[in-house]
């Protein structure tokens, strides 16, 4: 399996700030994703990054507030914008290595994300 | 709409005693159907997954799942529990038909083992 890393793995942010949590691995993959997790809930997925081109979105999240790049196959990062304590999470980077519905989904270690 | 449904919020068992942490599922299609683990202040770790074929699955640090299709789920098991094993367990599905590679993930088991 690809070995994941983030960073930062913990942060406490101001309010109103904006963070930039980057994913490094170390290997090409196909597909690249970012999950959030808060506190005490389960894991929704905010988008997939797409190399060279603009990130995927789902339902409920936008642009604006979760910017996403992916210069190449083996990075990307996400930006939470203007942050506000709803935004304390967990934020989780994952990929897969093919394209075929089967392929396992990997996870990092997570960026703990606390917003006051 | 795909979803998954994790009954128990938590699991207790003694350490050497079987567990089993229930998970079923809806999609319109077949299911891909995964467990992952999550230890305290980690990320997520992949146990198992269901693709097709035989119908019990085997994966890391002794667990197993068997895929039910008439009753669409896909229960996670071990023989005999560590209190190592203590951790939250999340079940998750993907639709076979869509494209997105999406997971869905169920709300979580917290499994405690006690000694």
């Known amino acids: 399996s690809a070995v994941i890393s983030q960073k930062p793995s913990r942060d406490i942010c101001q309010r109103g700030t904006s963070l930039t949590i980057q994913c490094q691995v170390d290997?090409?993959?196909?597909?690249m994703f970012w999950y959030r997790q808060q506190p005490g809930q389960s894991l929704t997925l905010i988008a997939t990054a797409n190399q060279g081109s603009e990130a995927t979105y789902e339902s409920g999240f936008v642009i604006d507030k979760f910017p996403i790049s992916r210069p190449n196959l083996t990075f990307s990062t996400l930006t939470v914008s203007n942050m506000s304590p709803e935004d304390s999470s967990i934020y989780l980077c994952?990929?897969?290595?093919?394209?075929?519905?089967?392929?396992?989904?990997?996870f990092g270690e997570g960026s703990w994300l606390t917003v006051v | 709409a795909q979803s998954v449904a994790q009954p128990e919020d938590q699991v207790n068992v003694a350490e050497g005693n079987p567990l089993t942490v229930k998970c079923t599922y809806s999609?319109?299609?077949?299911?891909?159907l995964f467990w992952y683990v999550q230890y305290p202040n980690r990320g997520l770790q992949f146990l198992l997954k269901y693709i097709t074929g035989d119908n019990l699955v085997k994966g890391s640090y002794g667990f197993e799942a068997e895929f039910n299709k008439s009753q669409t789920s896909f229960h996670l098991k071990k023989p005999s529990a560590l209190v190592s094993d203590s951790a939250l367990y999340f079940c998750?599905?993907?639709?076979?038909?869509?494209?997105?590679?999406?997971?869905?993930f169920g709300s979580g088991t917290r499994l405690l083992v006690r000694p």
């Open positions: 998750a599905v993907r639709d076979r038909g869509d494209s997105s590679y999406k997971l869905i």
């Open positions: 999609v319109s299609g077949n299911p891909y």
């Open positions: 994952s990929v897969s290595s093919g394209t075929s519905g089967g392929n396992t989904i990997y």
């Open positions: 290997s090409q993959v196909t597909m």
